[in-house]
Structures are given as structure tokens and as C-alpha cells.
């Protein structure tokens, strides 16, 4: 992603001072076409698969978490997006790429989708499940009221 920027800004810089012509133009529109199909292509990727037993993750590598292991589903804002976190028990924590929703990539279903994986989760994690506190959260947080995994800290 930051050869892409990289080569972006040159062209902008490019046909900010006038320097394209002819070739140039031809090159620079291709690859404005080319980088927008890959990350059309690479955004269908990334998600994840929900089954009776595990979260597969899609990202740029695909890992598979428990669900017993699994002890909150979170909204979290990052870099002006939200996105959903799954904290495991040893504290791992795993932001998903997709559902995803800020400024240029809007998703009206993602609390809908936030939902379904929270209740998948609560549906699946087993009847032995127990929650373990997050090792951050033992030394500075108080504890979780009345139980509930989704409920505000605070």
C-alpha cells in the first residue's frame, strides 16, 4: 500500500506541474485503473466466516479463533473508522477488516453485521465458557457490570 501512495503523489505531482503527455497520460490513467481493481478485488477478501465452532478472519493472513476463547466482540474507532475487535483470552485482540465503516467506505449494514457477530459469538462460545479478564483490563479497568461482555467499562 505505501509503493501505491508513493507512486500516486508522483503522478499527482506530475499533473499538478503540466509534465504528462501523450504516453505518460495513457500510463498514469492505467494505473489509476489498475490500483483501483486491486483494491476492489483485494476489499472482496477481507471479512469473516462465522461457524458453529470458529471465526475464520480474512485478512492478509487467515486465521481461525475458538470461540470458547473468545471474550468480547467490541465497536472500535480507528484512524476515523469503525471497525469490530475480537478479544481473546490471553489478550490477543484482532481487528477485522470488514464490516468497516468510515468516511469513504460506508457501510449502512454494519451495525446490523456488528449484531450478528456478537450473538453468533454468544450463541457459540459453549456451555463451559468463562469469562477471563483481559490482562490490561485486571490492572486499570473496573470490572464488567452484570456481566454483559458488550456493556461499557465505564
Not at 501505491?4 to 499527482?12: D, E, P, S, Y
Not at 465503516?101 to 450478528?116: A, I, R, Y
Request: neutral net charge; charged residues 20%.
Amino acid at each position: 500500500m505505501p509503493i501505491l501512495v508513493i507512486v500516486w503523489g508522483t503522478k499527482v505531482w506530475e499533473w499538478m506541474s503540466w509534465k504528462p503527455v501523450g504516453v505518460e497520460m495513457v500510463e498514469s490513467f492505467g494505473l489509476w485503473v489498475a490500483t483501483l481493481l486491486v483494491l476492489l478485488i483485494a476489499g472482496q477478501y477481507f471479512g469473516v466466516t462465522l461457524t458453529e465452532s470458529t471465526a475464520i478472519v480474512h485478512n492478509l493472513r487467515r486465521r481461525t479463533i475458538q470461540w470458547s476463547n473468545v471474550q468480547a466482540v467490541f465497536v472500535e474507532g480507528f484512524r476515523g473508522t469503525q471497525t469490530v475487535v475480537i478479544y481473546e483470552a490471553g489478550g490477543r485482540r484482532t481487528r477485522l477488516r470488514a464490516p468497516i465503516t468510515g468516511f469513504l467506505c460506508w457501510d449502512c449494514g454494519f451495525e446490523e453485521k456488528f449484531d450478528t457477530i456478537g450473538r453468533w459469538w454468544q450463541d457459540h462460545r459453549g456451555p463451559d465458557w468463562t469469562p477471563v479478564p483481559l490482562p490490561a483490563a485486571q490492572l486499570s479497568d473496573p470490572p464488567v457490570p452484570d456481566g454483559n461482555p458488550f456493556a461499557s467499562p465505564t
